[in-house]
């Protein structure tokens, strides 16, 4: 059998039990009204819910957009439905994200925003945020941000191209647009070049050349020569102990291993 309990604004107690009640001051009382029944009497934030188990059921008078949704008396109301998405508008309404985006819940109602480097370009939530703003030719960086290359193609180009959220030229195979200027095309030849080799801002080196986008170091005694700089053995003709140096090209003469190195110094 439940006893209900009443608090006094003159400060007066007053109990009984189910079947019959002891008025003190009758008529003197108003109060919160709660009973030793969990759960009984109590209210949740929200009108049509009733007090959290274990709670002692005390009433709560929540202030909009604040509920009580867990249930506790000790932290209030504790939830904010206007903007979290775990009660939003309503206690357990659980927001939930479509592809590539974050469930937010805003002014009470379930929304979502896109991930970084993804757009929501159609309008359609059912399939999220699918644009890759970082790639996409139509919508590079953002949403109806097309890409298109000039015409006639500059040097080296193939197109136009989208990468990382802006749009440039696409280069033909070993070559690429390293100073970002449309009207010079793809100016670097990245297979070979010593300061772009592989890529625009990849540098050998001291005493590397760059072959087919790598950047190498010669055998020990050869040297380097020639544009694009290669290696080359200095033994050799046409670069006779240094570059361009031809010994062929004086009768009598062929390079051959001195004391220093080789040169055209010896017969043939």
């Given at each position: 059998?439940?006893?209900?309990?009443?608090?006094?604004?003159?400060?007066?107690?007053?109990?009984?039990?189910?079947?019959?009640?002891?008025?003190?001051?009758?008529?003197?009382?108003?109060?919160?009204?709660?009973?030793?029944?969990?759960?009984?009497?109590?209210?949740?934030?929200?009108?049509?819910?009733?007090?959290?188990?274990?709670?002692?059921?005390?009433?709560?008078?929540?202030?909009?957009?604040?509920?009580?949704?867990?249930?506790?008396?000790?932290?209030?109301?504790?939830?904010?439905?206007?903007?979290?998405?775990?009660?939003?508008?309503?206690?357990?309404?659980?927001?939930?994200?479509?592809?590539?985006?974050?469930?937010?819940?805003?002014?009470?109602?379930?929304?979502?925003?896109?991930?970084?480097?993804?757009?929501?370009?159609?309008?359609?939530?059912?399939?999220?945020?699918?644009?890759?703003?970082?790639?996409?030719?139509?919508?590079?960086?953002?949403?109806?941000?097309?890409?298109?290359?000039?015409?006639?193609?500059?040097?080296?180009?193939?197109?136009?191209?989208?990468?990382?959220?802006?749009?440039?030229?696409?280069?033909?195979?070993?070559?690429?647009?390293?100073?970002?200027?449309?009207?010079?095309g793809c100016e670097k030849d990245v297979s070979t070049d010593l300061t772009n080799c592989g890529g625009c801002g990849k540098p050998c080196d001291v005493g590397q050349?760059?072959?087919?986008?790598?950047?190498?170091?010669?055998?020990?005694?050869?040297?380097?020569?020639?544009?694009?700089?290669?290696?080359?053995?200095?033994?050799?003709?046409?670069?006779?102990?240094?570059?361009?140096?031809?010994?062929?090209?004086?009768?009598?003469?062929?390079?051959?291993?001195?004391?220093?190195?080789?040169?055209?110094?010896?017969?043939?």
């Amino acid at each position: 059998m439940a006893l209900l309990f009443r608090f006094c604004r003159s400060g007066v107690l007053a109990w009984g039990a189910v079947a019959f009640a002891l008025l003190i001051s009758a008529g003197a009382c108003s109060g919160s009204t709660f009973s030793t029944s969990n759960g009984a009497g109590g209210t949740r934030g929200d009108a049509s819910s009733s007090g959290g188990p274990g709670t002692g059921g005390l009433v709560e008078s929540c202030t909009p957009p604040f509920a009580d949704c867990n249930g506790i008396v000790s932290d209030g109301c504790e939830a904010k439905t206007s903007a979290d998405p775990r009660n939003c508008g309503t206690c357990d309404n659980i927001c939930t994200a479509p592809a590539n985006a974050n469930a937010i819940c805003s002014a009470g109602q379930c929304k979502f925003e896109c991930a970084t480097g993804f757009a929501d370009c159609n309008g359609l939530p059912t399939d999220g945020c699918e644009i890759s703003t970082g790639s996409n030719l139509s919508n590079c960086g953002g949403c109806n941000n097309p890409c298109t290359a000039p015409q006639p193609l500059p040097a080296n180009a193939t197109g136009a191209m989208c990468e990382g959220g802006h749009c440039g030229l696409a280069c033909s195979s070993g070559f690429a647009d390293c100073d970002g200027l449309v009207a010079n095309g793809c100016e670097k030849d990245v297979s070979t070049d010593l300061t772009n080799c592989g890529g625009c801002g990849k540098p050998c080196d001291v005493g590397q050349v760059c072959g087919n986008g790598g950047c190498t170091t010669c055998p020990a005694g050869w040297i380097i020569c020639g544009l694009p700089p290669i290696c080359v053995n200095p033994c050799l003709d046409p670069n006779c102990g240094i570059c361009d140096n031809n010994c062929s090209a004086i009768v009598g003469r062929c390079c051959k291993a001195d004391v220093v190195g080789c040169s055209c110094s010896g017969g043939c």
